[in-house]
């Protein structure tokens, strides 16, 4: 295990169309976490998840934005009938629950809606 | 609300030179965490240094230092003898639990001078 990851990398969209990102946290991790991260801004929180439990959903998340993360391992990010200003960088992170609250960053998937 | 500002959005330094990037922030809380991130162009999101409000001790990594003045609320990242591998947007970011999700700065874009 070399890290998070995140797929796709790279998402081109056309206004309208849903689209659906997967984070794989380290796999002894129990917190996984979502932000958006626009250009030339610090990251955003979006959700995050004590292993499969949602515990909290920021106000940015709109109910067009779902979020799962079944059996508390991969995390799934969806977004319906998307909008240009979905347009961001959508990070995802991971950390433990108890301890140094580091969390670790994977690379991320730029969305990109046209 | 916690919140954290980064208020150069962009510095430079010559390379093997000293720089000192500035973040404050504004909190109730008496027991947190503060990080520094450095995010390099089209590369994922590290952790380069954190500190723990509770311990008077500025934290120290190689190069990388912190000047923690928890009275003023300000939490500086130096970074000593500056390499190339440096450039990067650094992010100042605020922990605490309670709240368990970062709330980060809009970042500083630092850039090395051969």
């Known amino acids: 295990d070399t890290g998070v990851s995140q797929n796709p990398r790279h998402k081109i969209t056309k206004r309208g169309q849903n689209v659906t990102f997967r984070c794989d946290p380290i796999s002894e991790h129990n917190r996984l976490y979502w932000y958006r991260q626009t250009l030339g801004q610090g990251p955003e929180f979006l959700t995050y998840?004590?292993?499969?439990?949602?515990?909290?959903k920021s106000r940015l998340l709109s109910d067009r934005f779902s979020a799962e993360r079944p059996k508390g391992s991969f995390s799934t990010l969806e977004i319906q009938r998307t909008e240009q200003g979905d347009s961001a960088m959508y990070l995802c992170?991971?950390?433990?629950?108890?301890?140094?609250?580091?969390?670790?960053f994977g690379p991320g998937t730029r969305l990109t809606v046209l | 609300a916690q919140t954290v500002t980064q208020s150069q959005p962009e510095m430079s330094v010559q390379e093997a030179e000293t720089v000192t990037l500035s973040c404050t922030y504004d909190t109730s809380e008496s027991d947190y965490y503060l990080f520094w991130y450095k995010q390099p162009p089209s590369r994922q999101m590290i952790l380069v240094i954190r500190?723990?409000?509770?311990?008077?001790q500025n934290a120290t990594e190689n190069r990388f230092s912190v000047n923690f003045q928890k009275a003023a609320k300000s939490f500086s990242l130096k970074i000593s003898d500056s390499q190339l591998g440096d450039a990067a947007m650094y992010f100042c970011a605020f922990f605490y639990f309670g709240n368990e999700k970062l709330t980060f700065g809009t970042g500083t874009r630092l850039t090395i001078i051969p």
């Open positions: 998840f004590q292993n499969e439990a949602q515990l909290e």
């Open positions: 992170a991971s950390s433990f629950v108890a301890g140094v609250p580091e969390q670790f």
């Open positions: 500190q723990e409000a509770y311990k008077q």
